[in-house]
């Protein structure tokens, strides 16, 4: 079992809708959970972070977690075509690594 | 957050070859990681650079393929070395950082493409 998971998409939206990804990990002692942004040739960009059980908004993009569940989410309101990209979810052990273990990406495609 | 940049930015070598790749940043940080992304894949840990101390590297690579420096807190470099095509990745330097509730975060690099003839 990957420690990471995640569906690698494509996801395709309509512009405007709302984008939903979805990741699960193994390791039940993970403390801190992330998402990047990675666009075509470039490096992952961290869009949110979360710690705590519940929903973290920032703008048009919110994190839940749900640690009994082992699950992190991330919505994208109001979709738009430049949001089209590769989200990598990351989580951080906190067992004294301080490294993050990734999940493979999902692809996120934004049709105008 | 942290400035990060790596040089080069993208090169082409021989087989058999090394290159060392340059990660700077431009406030103190104590932790520094090195990542592998092999094209179309995720991020995969090389290792952990802390300064003052030898390099941690995770299973599968060793510190004679991929010899790091970490001489102060701003800096470091991976070295690959003795290269072969299969090495052609994208090599991704990181930096923690810490900063409001809840812990540390981490913070990329452009990103090195190496491309292995």
């Known amino acids: 079992q990957k420690e990471v998971e995640q569906n690698s998409g494509p996801l395709s939206v309509p512009e405007g809708a709302i984008a939903s990804l979805n990741c699960t990990y193994s390791d039940r002692g993970s403390q801190s959970f992330f998402w990047y942004r990675q666009y075509s040739g470039k490096s992952p960009e961290l869009i949110m972070s979360i710690y705590s059980n519940g929903d973290k908004e920032d703008g048009r993009f919110t994190a839940q977690l749900n640690k009994a569940s082992q699950y992190v989410s991330l919505l994208i309101r109001d979709s738009q075509p430049s949001d089209s990209a590769t989200y990598l979810c990351?989580?951080?052990?906190?067992?004294?690594?301080?490294?993050?273990?990734f999940g493979s990406g999902t692809r996120l495609q934004v049709q105008p | 957050s942290a400035v990060i940049s790596q040089k080069p930015s993208r090169d082409i070598c021989q087989r058999g070859t090394s290159l060392t790749i340059q990660c700077q940043v431009d406030?103190?940080?104590?932790?520094m990681f090195w990542y592998r992304q092999q094209p179309g894949q995720s991020l995969t840990l090389i290792a952990t650079?802390?300064?003052?101390?030898?390099?941690?590297?995770e299973s599968g690579f060793v510190i004679d393929k991929f010899p790091i420096s970490r001489p102060n807190l701003t800096f470091s470099t991976l070295t690959v070395s003795n290269m072969s095509p299969e090495d052609s990745s994208i090599y991704l330097c990181s930096v923690e950082s810490f900063g409001g509730r809840g812990g540390s975060t981490q913070y990329f690099g452009p990103g090195t493409r190496l491309t292995v003839l």
């Open positions: 990351a989580v951080n052990t906190g067992t004294g690594r301080r490294a993050l273990t």
């Open positions: 650079a802390n300064q003052g101390s030898e390099a941690t590297y």
């Open positions: 406030s103190q940080v104590t932790m």
